[in-house]
């Protein structure tokens, strides 16, 4: 089935300092959605990328979807503690026939010292 | 507050027990999805519903069953439970039948099996 890497798995930065996940997929994805988990929280929907190369941008927040629409990545800009928990990338992938499920990466735990 | 709601929020009970998890969706949205989420094995989706009728399965086990009701609210059934079934279970929901678009995702209900 659809699989979706996610790295790094953890990442702790200083307060200021810059952050990136990526996420990479063997297969062309029709779209890709991040989503941020506080620590005992619930996962919060981020953002949806559905062309190729597409760029977005939310605050400090940028969203990536490669040419080939078989990566993707998120990076922050002079991270601050409110920026804690663990991102994820999802994709949609069918499940059988026109079904489908949302399939997502394992994740990366930031954490940032004040 | 994303607007779905999920109980009981924890939940402790002896392997080979059966418990039942509910979830209410976001006015409006007709999907309901079940995951599942552990340490080592991140956020897994289990199974879907939409508008009443299963619409697409993950890697949800024989011991588990799940169901939607005609108020669009949902129950996943676990049972014969094992000590590898402690986990999060977290509800989501969204307005179509999935492959694209954003899920509302529940505060989750904490499983602890002894």
């Known amino acids: 089935g659809q699989q979706v890497m996610q790295i790094p798995q953890y990442q702790h930065v200083q307060e200021g300092e810059d952050f990136t996940t990526y996420c990479n997929s063997s297969t062309t994805l029709s779209n890709i959605q991040w989503y941020k988990q506080r620590p005992g929280g619930h996962p919060v929907f981020l953002i949806q990328l559905v062309k190729s190369g597409e760029v977005k941008k939310q605050k400090r927040l940028t969203f990536q979807f490669g040419e080939a629409k078989k990566n993707s990545s998120l990076h922050i800009t002079a991270t601050q503690t409110t920026d804690v928990g663990t991102y994820f990338c999802a994709a949609w992938g069918s499940s059988g026939g026109s079904n489908y499920k949302l399939t997502f990466g394992k994740g990366t735990l930031l954490t940032v010292n004040p | 507050d994303s607007g779905v709601t999920q109980t009981p929020k924890h939940l402790i009970t002896a392997t080979g027990q059966r418990v039942t998890l509910r979830c209410s969706p976001r006015s409006g949205d007709l999907s309901v999805y079940w995951y599942q989420q552990s340490l080592d094995q991140g956020l897994q989706f289990l199974i879907q519903y939409y508008n009443g009728e299963e619409r697409a399965k993950g890697n949800i086990l024989e011991r588990f069953s799940a169901q939607q009701f005609p108020d669009l609210h949902s129950e996943l059934n676990l049972s014969s439970l094992e000590l590898g079934d402690s986990a999060l279970y977290f509800c989501?929901?969204?307005?179509?039948?999935?492959?694209?678009?954003?899920?509302?995702f529940g505060p989750g209900t904490r499983l602890t099996v002894t």
């Open positions: 989501a929901s969204s307005v179509g039948p999935g492959g694209s678009g954003e899920q509302y």
